[in-house]
T-cell receptor, first 114, second 112 residues
Framework: ETGVTQSPTHLIKTRGQQVTLRCSSQSGHNTVSWYQQALGQGPQFIFQYYREEENGRGNFPPRFSGLQFPNYSSELNVNALELDDSALYLCASSLSGRAVNEQFFGPGTRLTVL | DQQVKQNSPSLSVQEGRISILNCDYT??????FLWYKKYPAEGPTFLISISSIKDKNEDGRFTVFLNKSAKHLSLHIVPSQPGDSAVYFC???????????FGAGTRLTVKP
């Protein structure tokens, strides 16, 4: 059984560019949630995908978008990058979309926007 | 809006003693609470949870206490071990919602 993996590990972009981050969920999990963790803060919920449909969204603008594929892996896309988008992006997989189910986090992608 | 607050950025305790990590919340709609532990270069890992119908949940050395009237929860680790040194996040969510709110974390250092 493989855990949650994320790619790339680190990424440097410039303001205005677009970025795609990837997440492979733990085997058997059909739900992926994405979080943004700014320096010195806790993770902030971006959105969740359950069986390829968005299943809840936090307070993030539409330039943050996502996809979930039939194998339940997921992408986070951020358009028109801003300096404040610099953060650690975490994905977490779980079995079903319910908060009571344990989420397994990946190690994160560190995004730096210059 | 910070609906979940961990007011102590850091805590240092001696090995074998009790570690008490605190968390306060403001949203009365929260009815499920979790603690996560995070080591450097790793994602957070689930530690223990409690629903609002309980006031205590225990798992080995870890106990979470919930005081709904005070909107306060705490994590007790007894006895503390050097391997417990990590950042601990408190999280809360309504049970039928996916928008989990995290505190800013408390860095626990357990000294041998």
């Amino acid at each position: 059984e493989t855990g949650v993996t994320q790619s790339p590990t680190h990424l440097i972009k410039t303001r205005g560019q677009q970025v795609t981050l990837r997440c492979s969920s733990q085997s058997g999990h059909n739900t992926v949630s994405w979080y943004q963790q700014a320096l010195g803060q806790g993770p902030q919920f971006i959105f969740q995908y359950y069986r390829e449909e968005e299943n809840g969204r936090g307070n993030f603008p539409p330039r943050f978008s996502g996809l979930q594929f039939p194998n339940y892996s997921s992408e986070l896309n951020v358009n028109a990058l801003e300096l404040d988008d610099s953060a650690l992006y975490l994905c977490a997989s779980s079995l079903s979309g319910r908060a009571v189910n344990e989420q397994f986090f990946g190690p994160g992608t560190r995004l730096t926007v210059l | 809006d910070q609906q979940v607050k961990q007011n102590s950025p850091s805590l240092s305790v001696q090995e074998g003693r009790i570690s008490i990590l605190n968390c306060d919340y403001t949203n009365s709609m929260f009815d499920y609470f979790l603690w996560y532990k995070k080591y450097p270069a790793e994602g957070p890992t689930f530690l223990i949870s409690i629903s609002s119908i309980k006031d205590k949940n225990e798992d080995g050395r870890f106990t979470v206490f919930l005081n709904k009237s005070a909107k306060h929860l705490s994590l007790h680790i007894v006895p503390s071990q050097p391997g417990d040194s990590a950042v601990y996040f408190c999280a809360a969510t309504p049970i039928n919602n996916n928008d989990m709110r995290f505190g800013a974390g408390t860095r626990l250092t357990v000294k041998p």
